[in-house]
């Protein structure tokens, strides 16, 4: 499964803040909610506070308000033999919410789809034209696609090279990018993609979005994939898997 600490979506923060004369009961939970920090579940608090745990943008944390309404505690709370409470609450209440939340931020991201729509398994993959590792996976994984059983989705950016982001917006502005793209690994990367110049904005846009989602998520080499197990739960990996029959199984 995805390692929250090590994606570097789990808040360790401390932050205090407020309002000398808040209006009612609920003030900054409400100032919390339209910034952008979802509530997911009142948990027990130390005296005069109230506990939540909930994330923001997919960083899970627990956070405790003070009943006058004039701070607010986002970090870790232990009790007295020092077991980490917050930990436990996030696991129990928020770590489901928040795997939904990355799911989701993948399938909005710009990617290839590359076999079967209706293959029961589907991996995101981070990939750059000049990664010689991501030809090897598309090879490594022609088996288990051409059978129907698993649906990459490349999610394409640009940081190996200068000319990276350029030969990506060439695929994703083909008139076909999935065959551009196949026919490019078929050749092992050997028929080079012609670097483009000028990107269109949108397309350009479409490209950074993918490369702060790989940065989002602490990868920081290509391939990276991002899946399912039997379980739902999400699991991840950097580098060409050794074994890739356990990745798709």
């Avoid at 909610?33 to 608090?45: L, R």
């Amino acid at each position: 499964m995805i390692d929250l600490k090590t994606l570097g979506i789990y808040s360790l923060g401390l932050v205090l803040s407020g309002s000398l004369f808040a209006a009612d009961a609920n003030f900054l939970k409400n100032k919390l909610e339209k910034e952008g920090y979802n509530f997911v579940k009142q948990i027990s608090a130390p005296e005069g506070l109230e506990g939540w745990t909930g994330y923001k943008d997919e960083y899970p944390s627990t956070i405790f308000i003070s009943k006058d309404q004039k701070h607010y505690i986002v970090g870790d709370l232990f009790n007295a033999s020092g077991k980490n409470l917050t930990e436990e609450a996030i696991n129990t209440h928020v770590k489901g919410a928040v795997l939904d939340e990355i799911w989701k931020s993948l399938e909005k991201s710009t990617w290839i789809q590359d076999g079967d729509s209706n293959a029961p398994k589907v991996v995101y993959v981070f990939n750059d034209p000049n990664c010689p590792y991501c030809h090897t996976f598309w090879q490594q994984a022609r088996p288990f696609v051409d059978s129907g059983k698993v649906q990459l989705r490349h999610i394409m950016v640009g940081v190996i090279r200068p000319s990276s982001k350029g030969q990506a917006a060439t695929i994703l502005n083909h008139a076909n990018p999935a065959e551009i793209f196949k026919q490019y690994n078929l050749s092992n990367g050997k028929n080079k993609l012609v670097e483009m110049k000028s990107i269109p904005n949108a397309l350009s846009e479409k490209l950074d979005v993918n490369t702060k989602l790989m940065d989002k998520y602490g990868f920081y080499a290509t391939p990276a994939m991002v899946w399912k197990d039997a379980k739902g739960e999400i699991q991840s990996q950097q580098g060409a898997p050794k074994d890739i029959k356990k990745l798709f199984d």
